[in-house]
């Protein structure tokens, strides 16, 4: 499985972007659980929002409720993350991950934790200008 991730940039204060990441590889919605992880500067990488493989709900971190939404486009293989009202400490670089255990993602993901997962896109960074 390959992730291919891009969007982002500089986006002002309270302003909105979307991030886009194509699977490919054997990627099927229905085998493995796929969403984004950020990783501030000087801090640990953590969740952000997922789709679960099991039935195609969606799961946030308390940081991105309300503000973030994740969907996916099943034909293309691809998942968005728009981001809304962003915020200085939204500045991150951001990872698209997937992976087969959908238990353990979807729990790092609410958790906004980490864990070694199977599948990493290269990160594409989102700077939140104050």
């Known amino acids: 499985v390959q992730l291919q991730a891009s969007g982002g940039g500089l986006v002002q204060t309270g302003g909105s972007t979307r991030l886009s990441c194509v699977a490919s590889g054997g990627f099927t919605f229905d085998q493995y659980s796929i969403g984004w992880f950020r990783q501030a500067p000087g801090k640990e990488r953590e969740g952000v929002a997922c789709i679960s493989s099991f039935d195609g709900s969606t799961h946030y971190a308390d940081s991105a409720k309300g503000r973030f939404t994740i969907s996916s486009d099943n034909a293309r293989n691809t998942v968005y993350l728009q981001m809304e009202g962003l915020k200085p400490e939204d500045t991150a670089v951001y990872y698209c991950?997937?992976?087969?255990?959908?238990?353990?993602?979807?729990?790092?993901?609410?958790?906004?934790?980490?864990?070694?997962?199977?599948?990493w896109g290269h990160g594409t960074l989102v700077t939140v200008s104050s």
């Open positions: 991950a997937a992976d087969g255990d959908r238990v353990k993602f979807v729990h790092h993901i609410v958790q906004a934790s980490h864990a070694d997962f199977a599948f």
